[in-house]
Structures are given as structure tokens and as C-alpha cells.
């Protein structure tokens, strides 16, 4: 409440109490509570305004696996979760120093993630013995003494949220909507966020329902003032901007750069896209994305399975269209056979790949890294393709260029390895110069007279055969996914020319090294500990290992991004360290290939529970490598 003070009339008035403002280099903060309490919604909205104030950030959405799990219930839970900071940022945080919480399933469920001393916001409406039940709570956590670690900040949302909309004459229900809007005027007003990007957002997102529009604004603004004049609130928080280099920046998931990326190549190749996929969890919002660009002739087509989704690839693919398919894991599986034909008949096809946990359908809302395997060697015979796997939710953008670059050069399949982290992750992006990115020599020449034409005829450097348009005068040709014979194309069965075609359709790939560039080593060339990394391992790496650099320890580290082929250095880098530390959200994928490849004694950190790693995990198997207890 705001303070009591006397005026020169000596009448008690009203004044606001000036609240302190502490500055803080970087904050954690997760908001949870269940689907329908829009906190995916909260936290993009947070992201928005913190990208905004100039603060580097990475964000973690958790999405429930069950579609239409109980309300109030632990499987229904939903989470959003945020590192922002004034300095570079490459993870969304080991654990969150403050936690919103909805309700008392989503504070159950996320409590144990809580830094000791860290803040709890709950929405105390909600923390009913009915609720409690739900959860499966015996005792109401408020009250019990389970909650004594932590600052527990208790708001009526829902209560107060009916008092800012009582004269709209809404439902309870559409009340209840509108209270993420006030837990997020909350955070706002303590980290020192402007509102004005949220406004205009539900403006424009809401222009056609005027109340909606209303009642929100006022939510937003209810909260906002609520943590200005309540007492429970001591002071604000403040993060400084992080020096980030001059430039247009954007925030952006995985997803969305990869339509990006693929936007991006249609116009640097001079081939139009053509996107054929069956939805699938977590890849689905990369059409979604390529589907709002048809201004830009983008063709997208939602097949009705996974098979339909990769031969009409294929197909286009064959017609000289820029051809790609996307799916996760499961659907992965099922494209192998037709995947095994773009191997054969030599076109190019890329296939997107954002994993998720497995096997089956497994965990189709958290991430996992688990289909390297599958992605190298899931199909039946010597098949080889191409794999590249981007680092980050921004490096989306470029990596799905170099796959349809790869894919077109060298006229095979590329895979492009993301996974959930990467495609539902987020972080500022700075806007690339379009002039800068360097376009695709791509041609559909014959190479030779319609006399002398033979569709399997290679090139000597890249071994690509022709990609000849079909019907093109004079240059009609047949391909199948029978074994071909070297030049001609036709059917052959010999025992001499099935193995040579394989070991040049192998071949053809590892030649491939050529447009891939060395590996940067973070750290000294050589030490006692190498840390091997891959796809969205990343951020937790390079923050491991930096931090181990700055404590004087011997270590440092490589990320692949191209995993077929693998780059031409990686064998003699490896031989420069004593120890070689692997981290991995799979049971040892990449460490086998390691291994077998290199012979090296590749030790693995290996995490399959949905989750991305922690910084922490990584730091302590380093110390333990350093001083030899592993």
C-alpha cells in the first residue's frame, strides 16, 4: 500500500514510495502453469520485451506431452523458461532463480528446479483443495513449511484480474483467461520491461474482438500497477544491455530461421521451393512458417502421410524444383525406403529432421538427439547421405542453406539434424546482408549431344551425375530405384558395377569435404581434455568449457556441425588431447562413431530425459576428466 505522509496543511495524503533498484548481471525466470493458461503465450511475450530492452537471451519452452491432459493435473503442465543477461548468453539457464506459478500442479512440478532462496509468484486463487487434489497434494504447500527455502510471493491473480474487468460483463472463464496478462504486467514492472510491445500486440492479434482487446490491456496494466504499489514487492530488478554487434535483429526460434533459411535458398539458387510434409510434433511450425510466404512462391503441400510427404518431393525434386520434407523421428523412419531412392535415382532431396524423444512416438514434445543413427545408417543397404546438424535456434538459417546447397551440388539427400530444443528454442538474430550470402552455381545442362548423353555420367570433381529436366528435347531419360549401371543409367545387376556404384555413391559424399570448413577449436590446439560436441549441445558446452578456461583448467572444445561427411581435420585434432569428453542427449551415438572412425578413447556424457543439458553436468565430467577420476 502506499505510504502516509502530512502536507504543509498537516492532512495525512497519499504518496508513492520510491522502490529500490538492484542491479543484476543476468536472471533465470520460468513461468508454469497448465495449457490453457497461455503461459507458452507469457513467455513469448516476456521474450519479445526483453529482446527489446537489449538484453541477450535464450528461451526453453516445455510443452505437455498429452493434448488434452486434465486441468490442474502434473501430465497438463506447461512451461516457459528464460536467460537473459548483459552478457553473452547461450543457454536458457541450468536453473531458474524465479518461478510463476498458475497453479499448484505447476508449482509441484517445477518447485525442485527452484535455486534455494529463489522467488516463487503464485497465483494463490488457485490453491484450492480441489486443486490439491489434482496434483496429488496432501498438504497445502503455503502453509506446511515446504516453501520455507524459498521467497514466496502470494497474488490473488484471478481475483484481481476480476476486479480490473468486473465491468465487461465476461464469463469467470474469460476472466480467468486474461490473468497470465496481469502475472505478466507483474514481471514487467519488476524487471524494468516496457509494455508497449505487448499492447501492440494484442491489438493487431485481437483487432476483430474489441473486448478481448480491452480486457487484456487492462490485465496487463492491472498487474503492472499492482507490483508498483504493493508492499510485497521491495524493489526492482535491472539488466543492462549486452554489447551485441551493430545491427537489425529479430528474435527468432529454430523453426522459423529454418523457413527462413529455406525462403533464403529458393532465391539463391534460382530454384523454386517446393515443401511437402505430414504434420509432425515438434516440425510442424516449419510449415506453418513456409505456408504464410506464398508471396514469395513458395509451394507447400500438407501430404497425407509421411510416405506421400517424401515422394512428392521426389517427384518435384526430379520436375528441378529445390525439393525438401520435414518430420520428426518416428517419420524419419518411415521416409527411409523413399529416401533409399533419392539415394539411387541421385537427385536432390533434403530432409529435415527435428528430433524428439523416442522410440515409437515416445516423447513427441521434448527433445532428444537420438536419430544420428538412424539419420546415418536407417535404411537398408549402402546408403549414404549427406547430415548436417545447426548449433543454434539462429544457425537454423544458415545450415539449411548448406544443405540445400550440399544437396544440389552433389545431387543427393542431405538430412538436416535439428531437434525440439533448437526448433521451439529462441534468441536474437541478427538479420543477414542478403547481397552478402553467396548464391548456388547450380545448372541443368546435359554436359554432352543428345547422342553422347548418358544420364549417370559424373563429374569429375563433385561425382554428380547430369540433372537434366525430363523433357528436355533430345535428353529423355528413365530413372528407378533399381541398381544402375555406371554412365548409362540402365538396369544392372553384375556383381562388379552394384559394388563400384556403391562405393561411388559413397564416394560422392565424402567429396562433399570440399564446401565443408575446418573446425574452430575454442581453446589451446592442445590439452589434457577435448569436449566433442554436436547439434544443440552448443550453448551448454562453450559456457562449460569457458568457464573451466577462466578457472585455469586444461580444456578445450570443437562442435560439429557437419556429421556426414565429418570434417577432413577432426582426426588430427582428436589426437592432441589426453582425454576426449563427448556430451550427447542420446546413450552414446556420436561417441561410438568416435571410436570406430578414429580409435580414440572418446569418453560420453550421455542424457536422455527430454531435457537439454546443464551447464553444471558438463563442468563437473570435465573436473572429474581433468583430475582423473573418470
Excluded at 527489446?52 to 505437455?64: K, Q, V, Y
Excluded at 486434465?70 to 547461450?90: A, E, K, Y
Excluded at 552433389?410 to 538430412?415: A, G, H, L
Aim: glycine share 10%; with cysteine.
Amino acid at each position: 500500500m502506499p505510504a502516509k505522509t502530512k502536507g504543509p496543511d498537516e492532512k495525512e495524503t497519499d504518496v508513492k514510495k520510491e522502490k529500490e533498484v538492484e542491479e543484476i548481471e543476468a536472471v533465470t525466470i520460468r513461468f508454469a502453469g497448465d495449457s490453457g493458461d497461455g503461459v507458452q503465450l507469457t513467455g513469448g511475450q516476456f521474450t519479445t520485451a526483453t529482446a527489446m530492452a537489449g538484453n541477450d537471451l535464450s528461451t526453453l519452452p516445455d510443452f505437455p506431452a498429452e493434448i488434452r491432459a486434465p486441468v490442474g493435473t502434473l501430465p497438463g503442465v506447461s512451461g516457459f523458461q528464460i536467460h537473459f543477461s548483459s552478457r553473452d548468453v547461450l543457454t536458457p539457464g541450468d536453473e531458474p532463480e524465479v518461478l510463476v506459478a498458475f497453479n499448484p500442479a505447476a508449482l509441484k512440478a517445477n518447485i525442485k528446479d527452484l535455486v534455494k532462496g529463489g522467488t516463487v509468484i503464485v497465483n494463490v486463487d488457485s490453491f484450492t483443495a480441489q486443486n490439491f487434489k489434482k496434483a496429488g497434494i496432501a498438504e497445502n504447500p503455503l502453509k506446511d513449511g515446504s516453501l520455507d527455502a524459498y521467497k514466496v510471493i502470494q497474488v490473488p491473480m484471478t481475483m484481481l484480474t476480476g476486479k480490473a474487468l468486473e465491468d465487461l460483463g465476461m464469463s469467470a472463464t474469460q476472466v480467468s483467461r486474461c490473468k497470465n496478462f496481469f502475472a505478466l504486467g507483474i514481471m514487467y514492472w519488476a524487471y524494468g520491461r516496457t509494455l508497449d510491445a505487448t499492447l501492440g500486440w494484442i491489438k493487431n492479434k485481437f483487432k476483430k474482438v474489441p473486448m478481448i482487446v480491452e480486457a487484456n490491456t487492462r490485465a496487463l496494466h492491472a498487474g503492472h500497477a499492482f507490483a508498483e504499489t504493493t508492499e510485497v514487492f521491495q524493489h526492482t530488478y535491472h539488466v543492462k544491455k549486452a554489447p551485441i554487434a551493430p545491427g537489425k535483429y529479430r528474435n527468432i526460434t529454430g523453426n522459423e530461421a529454418t523457413a527462413l533459411g529455406l525462403v533464403a535458398a529458393q532465391q539463391l539458387s534460382g530454384h523454386q521451393l517446393f515443401y511437402s510434409t505430414y504434420p509432425i510434433t515438434p516440425a510442424s511450425d516449419v510449415l506453418h512458417a513456409l505456408a504464410k510466404l506464398k508471396s514469395f512462391g513458395v509451394k507447400t503441400v500438407q501430404a497425407e502421410d509421411e510416405l506421400a510427404g517424401v515422394g512428392m518431393a521426389i517427384g518435384a525434386s526430379f520436375g528441378g524444383l529445390l525439393a525438401v520434407t520435414g518430420t520428426s523421428g518416428p517419420g524419419l523412419a518411415l521416409k527411409a525406403e523413399a529416401i533409399g531412392l533419392a539415394v539411387m535415382t541421385e537427385l536432390p532431396l533434403v530432409i529435415i529432421n527435428v528430433q524428439r524423444g523416442g522410440p515409437s512416438t515416445g516423447l513427441p514434445t521434448k527433445t532428444e538427439q537420438s536419430d544420428l543413427l538412424q539419420a546415418l545408417y536407417g535404411r537398408n543397404g549402402e546408403c549414404p547421405v549427406g547430415v548436417v546438424a545447426p548449433a543454434t535456434p539462429g544457425e537454423c538459417f544458415t545450415a539449411i542453406i548448406k544443405a540445400c546447397r550440399l544437396a544440389m551440388k552433389y545431387r543427393t539427400p542431405v538430412i538436416f539434424l535439428s531437434d525440439g530444443y533448437l526448433g521451439n528454442g529462441s534468441e536474437p538474430w541478427r538479420l543477414p546482408d542478403v547481397d552478402m550470402l553467396p548464391k548456388f552455381d547450380i545448372s541443368h545442362e546435359p554436359g554432352a549431344s543428345p547422342d553422347e548423353f548418358q544420364p549417370y555420367k559424373r563429374d569429375p570433381v563433385t561425382l554428380a551425375r547430369p540433372w537434366v529436366l525430363p523433357g528436355t528435347p533430345g535428353y529423355e531419360h528413365r530413372i528407378g530405384g533399381l541398381e544402375k549401371q555406371e554412365n548409362t543409367g540402365n538396369v544392372n545387376y553384375e556383381p562388379d558395377n552394384h559394388e563400384k556404384m556403391c562405393r561411388i555413391r559413397a564416394e560422392k559424399i565424402e567429396r562433399m569435404t570440399a564446401d565443408i570448413p575446418k573446425l574452430s577449436i575454442l581453446g589451446e590446439p592442445k590439452g589434457k581434455v577435448l569436449v566433442v560436441g554436436w547439434g544443440s549441445t552448443y550453448g551448454a558446452i562453450t559456457t562449460a568449457v569457458k568457464q573451466a578456461q577462466e578457472e585455469g583448467q586444461s580444456v578445450s572444445a570443437i562442435h560439429l556441425r557437419y556429421i556426414s561427411p565429418m570434417p577432413s581435420d577432426l582426426g588430427d585434432i582428436l589426437k592432441n588431447y589426453e582425454r576426449v569428453l563427448i556430451p550427447e542427449m542420446n546413450l552414446g551415438q556420436l561417441s561410438l562413431l568416435i571410436r570406430a572412425r578414429y580409435l580414440v578413447d572418446a569418453v560420453g556424457l550421455h542424457k536422455v530425459k527430454g531435457q537439454p543439458f546443464k551447464v553444471s553436468e558438463i563442468r563437473e565430467k570435465i573436473t572429474a576428466l581433468i583430475v582423473g577420476k573418470e
